[in-house]
């Protein structure tokens, strides 16, 4: 079993950096892809970024390319992200999930993770 806690999230204005982090427990996540997701109200939870592990591959969602980055250190068995620039429509919940993977994959889609956080509140004011 592996348990992510989400932190970071918190009251930004448009414009503004965030540094979310997940933090992981149970076992290492060395071996395991590392995604971020978030949902707003009435909305369903979509994806947004996504690290492989051994070759490192990224993918993001086209709304976020080029503001957030993804990252992680495995000797700390944390993943984060970095989000600039952030916009009000950035405003969600945004959980991170782990899914056991072959080295180098990455998956986009929420049905493919394992593990999932509780979530942490991102709001972005106008």
């Known amino acids: 079993q592996v348990q992510l806690v989400e932190s970071g999230g918190g009251l930004v204005q448009a414009g503004g950096s965030l540094r979310l982090s997940c933090a992981a427990s149970?076992?290492?996540?060395?071996?395991?892809?590392m995604g971020w997701f978030r949902q707003a109200p009435g909305m369903e939870r979509e994806f947004v970024a996504v690290i492989s592990w051994g070759v490192t591959v990224t993918n993001y969602a086209d709304s976020v390319n080029g503001r957030f980055t993804i990252s992680r250190d495995n000797a700390k068995n944390t993943v984060y992200l970095q989000m600039n620039s952030l916009k009000p429509e950035d405003t969600a919940v945004y959980y991170c999930?782990?899914?056991?993977?072959?080295?180098?994959?990455?998956?986009?889609?929420?049905?493919?993770?394992?593990?999932w956080g509780q979530g942490t509140q991102v709001t972005v004011s106008s």
């Open positions: 999930a782990a899914k056991r993977a072959a080295s180098g994959s990455v998956y986009p889609r929420s049905g493919q993770y394992d593990y």
């Open positions: 149970g076992r290492s996540i060395s071996s395991y892809a």
